[in-house]
């Protein structure tokens, strides 16, 4: 193919519960017909190192511990044996509650100056939500099989929704429930943290639920029956008292015959 050439991507994706780093090697082809403007498209790719999950460190639940972030990042660079300076594009993300910490520009600007032209940026719910959709290949399974699908993504933080019908958006929606949103001790069963939206939700069912001391089994299971609920509402666009008070945006436009 002419005027094709291979480069090295990174995708660096630090979310409120896991960070993780894949390095990818891509062929861009010019496709445009002679005597047109170069038009540039990744023709093939594949997968050269795929990083562990890790926990994405904090310092405490409001702030990210960015030199930690950091040296992570500089440990996965080493392990898959690539230089930042012969990465020449990719991606830095930053999604669900981390993307709303106190020091979420600091993480941005110190992980950006391990590499060249990054997309290096904070996502926002719907752009969370095309991400994750386009990401778990429910974009090109609604191409595939002539159809429309919903892809829905339950983090940390936040749950994310996004409509697909023939590989085209339709719709993107995100609600603050997610798996961190109490923090229990997995032996004592003691809370040691409830983000601001479960905050809500305790306070809206009358749960007693408290930052250190233990919580019920029975308790935290109409807590997590609640979140479910909820979630079950942001896939088919409903939106209730409590469902408006956690919405990130509107609620999901286009859900009648989607598959799930």
């Known amino acids: 193919m002419r005027n094709s050439r291979e480069m090295i991507s990174v995708g660096i994706d630090v979310g409120t519960t896991t960070t993780q780093l894949v390095f990818s090697r891509l062929e861009v082809a010019d496709v445009s ?4 403007e170069p038009r540039f498209r ?6 050269l190192y795929e990083s562990p ?24 660079y080493r392990a898959a044996g690539i230089q930042p300076e012969q990465v020449e594009t990719g991606a830095v993300i930053i999604t669900g509650e981390i993307a709303r910490t106190q020091n979420a520009d600091e993480i941005l600007q110190a992980i950006a100056k391990l590499a060249g032209d990054f997309v290096v940026t904070v996502a926002g719910p719907n752009v969370e939500s095309q991400i994750s959709g386009r990401g778990s290949g429910a974009a ?24 697909f ?4 958006h339709l719709s993107s929606s995100a609600l ?5 949103q109490v923090i229990v001790e997995s032996t004592s069963g003691i809370v040691r943290h409830i983000a601001p ?3 809500i939700i305790v306070k809206e069912l ?22 479910a609920d909820l979630v079950a509402d942001l896939v088919t666009g409903v939106e209730t008292d409590l469902g408006h008070r956690l919405q990130l945006s509107t609620p999901l436009q286009h859900t009648e015959g989607s598959n799930v």
């Open 33 to 36: 017909q002679p005597g047109r």
């Open 53 to 76: 999950i890790y926990f994405t460190p904090l310092i405490n639940p409001e702030v990210v511990d960015v030199q930690t972030l950091t040296d992570l990042v500089k440990k996965e």
């Open 206 to 227: 009358g749960l007693p639920i408290y930052e250190g001391k233990r919580a019920d089994l029975e308790v935290l299971t109409r807590f997590t029956d609640c979140m």
């Open 42 to 47: 990744v023709s093939a790719k594949s997968v």
């Open 176 to 180: 603050a429930v997610g798996g961190r």
């Open 197 to 199: 939206p479960g905050r």
């Open 140 to 163: 090109a399974y609604s191409v595939e099989h002539f159809t429309q699908v919903t892809n829905v993504d339950i983090g940390g933080g936040t749950s994310n929704a996004a409509v």
């Open 165 to 168: 019908r023939v590989g085209e």
